[in-house]
């Protein structure tokens, strides 16, 4: 799926910050972080729904997302943790009278390391 | 806890054979039903889909049967093929005009020998 690309793919971090960016070409306006850690589902962290911000309370603060505009997605991360090792997928869903607007389009993911 | 689980881990099957994948989920207010298909060091997508308004869909080799009283939803797949092979993740919702906000399951692996 090249419609939605993530960078980086990969990522190994000390306790260090960083972000990842996300952006979508399919007109969407629906954009969402998702976590999945070894051996566990995926698991919603942020929704953004015509740019306003649905948060999971769960996730740690040191986690802030920013959606600069409807294609744009990114995701900041200070003193990250090894409990934030993780593949980071980006989702897209199109809005009522887009289409199917449960469907999730996911892009490839960044696998974070944390050491 | 879970609101959605997937009670096989893992499941594997003959070529050609029938298989029947299970979902279970906690949510009274779940109305959409989705089955994604994901392979190793790629995203999920999806596979099929369906509402709470009908009990069965059909897209090819592909169907979904929900049973809405049970809290039970499950994916069976005819005519297996080694491609089949993948994680299956299912997932469940409620109808919202918010966005997808969807609880996935665990994932069964499928392994589909030749």
């Known amino acids: 799926n090249t419609k939605i690309t993530q960078s980086p793919r990969y990522l190994i971090l000390g306790r260090a910050n960083k972000s990842l960016e996300c952006e979508q070409h399919?007109?969407?306006?629906?954009m969402y972080w998702y976590k999945q850690s070894a051996e566990k589902p995926p698991e919603l962290m942020f929704l953004?729904?015509?740019?306003?911000?649905?948060r999971n309370e769960t996730v740690p603060s040191r986690f802030i997302p920013e959606c600069p505009d409807s294609s744009k997605l990114l995701l900041h991360i200070s003193a990250v943790d090894p409990e934030d090792s993780a593949v980071y997928f980006c989702?897209?869903?199109?809005?009522?009278?887009?289409?199917?607007?449960?469907?999730?389009?996911f892009g490839a993911g960044t696998r974070l390391s944390v050491l | 806890g879970q609101q959605v689980k997937q009670s096989s881990p893992s499941l594997t099957v003959q070529e050609g054979g029938i298989l029947i994948l299970n979902c279970d989920y906690e949510?009274?207010?779940?109305?959409?039903f989705a089955w994604y298909k994901k392979y190793p060091d790629n995203s999920p997508t999806l596979l099929i889909s369906?509402?709470?308004?009908?009990d069965k869909r059909e897209d090819g080799r592909f169907t979904v049967f929900l049973n809405k009283s049970g809290k039970h939803f499950s994916l069976h797949i005819t005519a297996s093929q080694p491609e089949d092979t993948a994680v299956y993740l299912c997932?469940?919702?409620?109808?919202?005009?918010?966005?997808?906000?969807?609880?996935f399951g665990g994932g069964t692996r499928l392994t589909v020998r030749p």
């Open positions: 953004y729904n015509l740019k306003q911000l649905i």
């Open positions: 989702a897209s869903s199109p809005l009522p009278g887009q289409g199917s607007q449960n469907t999730l389009y």
């Open positions: 399919l007109g969407h306006n629906a």
């Open positions: 997932a469940a919702g409620g109808d919202n005009n918010a966005g997808a906000k969807l609880t």
């Open positions: 949510n009274d207010m779940f109305d959409y």
């Open positions: 369906v509402r709470s308004n009908v």
